[in-house]
């Protein structure tokens, strides 16, 4: 279903204060400024049952930034979908860069994944984008259908449906160096036609991520094809992620 929505990504940030520290910050923001956007927050997954239990007054959700992609069973370390799901959370991202680039996630995992996620009703974010020098070679709109074709190709139909996409370009994670509304649009606009002409329709959810912020939401936000944002460093703050989730 297409809609608009933002989601913040901590990452690897924060610890139980700090972390009930910016769910009470985020509530608090939200009361002064209420959004009309679905917004959710993808803490660490020990910070998903105090973030379930903060949202339930408030207008968020929440949601995990990785899965196992295997059932339960002897898999030390491993956190499954059905416990995310159990803890009342409600998104999990599949295949972030970092996950493809630091643990070597390979597009059997990453279908797996998404095939975990939506056996449990959690609505997978499954992420794209392509790295510096496959930008400056000229071959990203390639690069990306790839990435597409090779989880889509182990998917039915209306698991494609299910999916929400983020379109994180690498060389635009935490540097600072946001694409450009146009460059976003492009890719965008390319995924749209390249899930409709797999499935049928394009009625699905595509997010923009990679230094995605209040100064630049607004311009991106207002392309046609882009539906939201996947949100990393000012998601650590509540004001700034607010007021990106108000820029539609
Ligand atoms: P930044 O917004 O910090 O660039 O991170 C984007 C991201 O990776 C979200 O998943």
Redesign the pocket.
């Known amino acids: 279903m297409r809609r608009s929505l933002v989601l913040g ?1 901590w990452k690897q940030n924060t610890t139980k204060s700090t972390a009930l520290e910016l769910l009470t910050d985020l509530s608090k923001e939200l009361n002064d400024n209420p959004t009309k956007t679905e917004l959710g927050v993808i803490p660490p997954a020990l910070v998903v049952q105090m973030a379930v239990e903060q949202c339930q007054n408030s207008a968020f959700e929440v949601g995990v930034q990785n899965v196992s992609s295997t059932n339960a069973g002897a898999f030390t370390g491993e956190v499954g979908a059905d416990m995310v799901a159990s803890m009342g959370a409600k998104y999990a991202l599949v295949g ?3 996950r493809r680039e630091y643990f070597k996630e390979s597009a059997d995992d990453l279908a797996n994944k998404i095939v975990r996620c939506l056996e449990h009703d959690l609505l997978p974010v499954y ?1 794209i984008g392509e790295q510096l020098e496959v930008r400056q070679s000229g071959d990203y709109l390639a690069f990306i259908k790839n990435q597409l074709e090779e989880v889509f190709s182990q998917l039915q139909p209306e698991q494609i449906t299910n999916l929400v996409i ?1 379109y ?1 370009p690498v060389w ?4 600072g160096e946001t694409a450009s509304a146009e460059q976003a649009q492009e890719v965008h606009a390319m995924i749209r036609q390249l899930v409709h002409a797999k499935i049928g329709t394009d009625n699905i959810t595509i997010l923009y ?4 912020k209040p100064s630049n939401a607004k311009e991106l936000f207002s392309q046609p094809d882009i539906d939201g944002g ?5 998601s650590l703050n509540a004001k700034d992620f607010v007021a990106i989730a108000n820029s539609f």
């Open positions: 990504n972030h860069s970092e992420c983020a994180e635009a994670i935490g540097t991520g990679g230094s995605c996947l949100i990393g460093g000012a």
